[in-house]
């Protein structure tokens, strides 16, 4: 009798926690809020107007030809933000054409089948929409992913943390009116696209979300990745090897980031949109 009180109790409890988005962490005198990121869509090039999204990945604005970026011009974004670096909007259609042409799409079905999950955790959270001092710990998720109607994972799951998660934290993080600015951090991100699997990493990477009241949100997953990573892993997977000249030839042109002695820049600027919904992490 006291082992099914005790399980049904467990159960209540487990079903009050999935009520709320926030709980309390007294350790840092505030709230902690998990979020999924629920969505990816790849820039594959400007907008009808001009505007290019992304995001500002090294702090300065190149309206004209510089050698500390390899003379490539930033982009302006949507809202008249200057200084927008995404380099890879120019070379991800060609990657993306031969895995079957809709990006978007590929990556979906890797967040919804649970092969590309990652969590934010915002620690000692004093106000969503204002906050000195908050701490971000990055995992990657692992665990069954219910998807809604809309064909997104629906809110308020709760995730493993992968036993492959490096651990990541960020600290002194602000949020600015409802702007979440987290900066930077390395992080290695395992794709599953079709019969394309490969690791990649994601170098000083930077993500602005503009949360909303529950702690869903939207915004931009900006980051560097090495030129020579890319090559090897298309000459490395047979779904991806026939691109392998076409990319080369692009490649030797596109680097925005990371100047080298000869010239050259090692890395290529990518932007991301992104989208996240609450979540749980058991522990």
Known sequence: ????????????????????????????????????ISEMRMVLGPDD????????????????????????????APDGTPGIDNQFSI??????????????????????DGRLLILLELVGVDDLT??????????????????????????????????MSAPIEVRDVRIVDGRIDIRPFDINVNVDILQAMFTLTLLESRIQLDLREDSSGSGILGAGVESAEILDIIANDETLMPTLT?????????????PNAIGGCD??????????VPAFILR
């Open 267 to 276: 890395r290529v600027s990518v932007g991301i949109e992104i989208d996240v």
């Open 49 to 76: 107007d001009g505007a290019l999204r992304g995001m500002d990945l090294d702090d300065r604005v190149d309206d004209v030809a510089s050698p500390d970026t390899c003379n490539k011009l930033d982009g302006v």
């Open 130 to 163: 204002n906050d000195e001092d908050v701490t971000v710990r990055i995992h990657v998720g692992s665990g069954p992913v219910d998807v809604g109607t809309n064909g997104r994972p629906e809110p308020g799951q709760s995730f493993d943390i992968s036993e």
């Open 1 to 36: 009798m006291t082992g099914t009180v005790h399980s049904v109790s467990a159960r209540m409890l487990a079903a009050a926690l999935l009520l709320f988005s926030a709980s309390c962490d007294d350790a840092a005198g505030g709230d902690t809020y998990v979020v999924l």
């Open 91 to 112: 070379l991800g259609g060609l990657v993306v054409s031969q895995l079957g042409g809709n990006a978007d799409a590929l990556i979906q079905s890797s967040i919804n």
């Open 246 to 258: 076409a990319v080369r030839a692009v490649l030797r042109g596109l680097g925005d980031l990371m």
